[in-house]
């Protein structure tokens, strides 16, 4: 098919990659046009010197920014991606984002003539790069069954569940449950740790039982050698969960363990840790276990 991809961040370079290299047409935009070129370096395909450009005849247009702000510059914005597009193509968002904005631009692709599908991933970026994703989708079931077999190329699951915004609105509820998971595995290893266990030791037996978790058995080596350069950025987790938390508000739903967590990543950026891995909360865990000790 012929399609766009607009972002080449961390997910949306490798994801773009396999799109490539399953035979489409690709054409890529990136605000940073040196990381574009260097992408049809390595994949081929075509770049574009806007998002309007890229998005021109294209039949499927992905995109994956970082913020409700990036997503609205690059759809509504001045050489904004739905200026160009044609009637009957598609916009799917692999962006992070509100349900207001998925919502709010679905709203505007149906007046302009084509659909539009929320896509909100979760597998990191070794999900993207061994096409491995879990996506999150919000759409019509038209729109999303012209998505789907596109997006399986990066995929390990798809699934539409509702309309536009559901998809937000699911990847919400995953970092919240992420966040929990992580601090719990930082409070259990710090324990370990402080009462002389080996935490390789420990890890090898729990995760074969009911606390065995994706965070445990991809992040327990790197929390126990005070390794953070990977992996997703708490700067990024704190974007999210504070979506997830303005969400529940609305809901009128209580979220005290999320906004703990999130006050504990404040303190990870505080200590340096804004890039590091969202499992660094590890640190602000023995830096307080030590502080205690005097």
Known sequence: MKTAFIGLG???????GHLQKAGHDVTVYNRNGAKAQAWQKEYGGKTAPTPAEAAKGQEIVFCCVGRDSDLREVTLGTDGAFSTMDKGSLFVD????????????????????FGFVDAPVSGGQAGAVNGKLGIMCGGSEADYARAEPVMAVYAKLAKRLGPPGSGQLTKMVNQICIAGIVQGLAEGFSLARAAGLDIKEVEEVISQGAAGSWQMENRYKTMDAGEYNHGFAVEWMR????????????????????????????EVENLGGKRWDTSSLFVRQEAARKGNKG
């Not at 349900?99 to 302009?112: F, Q, W």
């Not at 969960?241 to 006050?263: F, H, N, Y």
């Open 239 to 266: 974007k999210d969960l504070g979506i997830a938390m303005e969400e529940a508000r609305k809901q009128e739903v209580s979220l005290p363990m999320t906004a703990m967590v999130d006050q504990f990543y404040a």
């Open 10 to 16: 961390v997910m949306g370079y490798p994801m773009a």
């Open 94 to 113: 692999h962006t992070t984002a509100s349900a207001g904005i998925a919502r709010e631009l679905a709203a505007e692709a149906g007046k302009r003539g």
